[in-house]
């Protein structure tokens, strides 16, 4: 009567564990298998949105202006450079312009890109990147900027033809472009080329004399002094 007896589970109640301890494990398995599919896909749409195509140069359809701008108010009150002929869309004349403080103006050059319906839907384009560097060549102070149109990976796939107003007559980011009215400005030579590449971040990295040989593999577009 002391001793213990050896009491053995059904068959049955061995297979309903066994069955219960597969579906547990199936379940695990199926919540990574969604999530990292949904990581995957995540991270697919996030490089495809971020990832920018550099577009060949066309000067056909690609081309600068220079123009002027005046330290002027605008619609709040603050003054800023604003080209002088519009404002806040609004036709501005020269006259007023000089009331409102447009006689301290400096030149600018702007990005103008004219592409017809189907160039448009070709070329996809929807961002301008750009970047520039003051560099010493031959004892004198150069101002050489690169830009250039690019593409989302994602529009090239599945397609879009919206161009904002910033990208078709856009301003080349430059120092000039912010500086106080008051600081005592002098004309530099600038040299603007435009350099086929997706990352103009990369050039930061660079020497000045590595930077001044990326025009090697780019197109002059304007030279002069501004």
Known sequence: MTEDLQVEIPPAEKEIDFLKKLKASMRRK?????LSTCAILIGTAFFLKRYEIPVPYDPDCMSTELYTAAFIPNSRGLREWQYIGTVDGQKTDPAEAEDTGGDQTMEKIRFVLNLSEEQRKAMKINNFTSNG???????????????????????????????SGFVTEGDIFEESSSRNANEDYQPIEREIYYLPTGNMDRLDGLSDEEFDAQKENAELVWSGVI
């Open 133 to 163: 560097r003051t560099i010493r060549r031959n004892d004198k102070d150069v101002r050489v900027v690169y830009y250039c149109y690019t593409r989302k990976l994602w529009n090239s796939l599945f397609g879009s033809s919206f161009i």
């Open 30 to 34: 199926y919540v990574i298998v969604t």
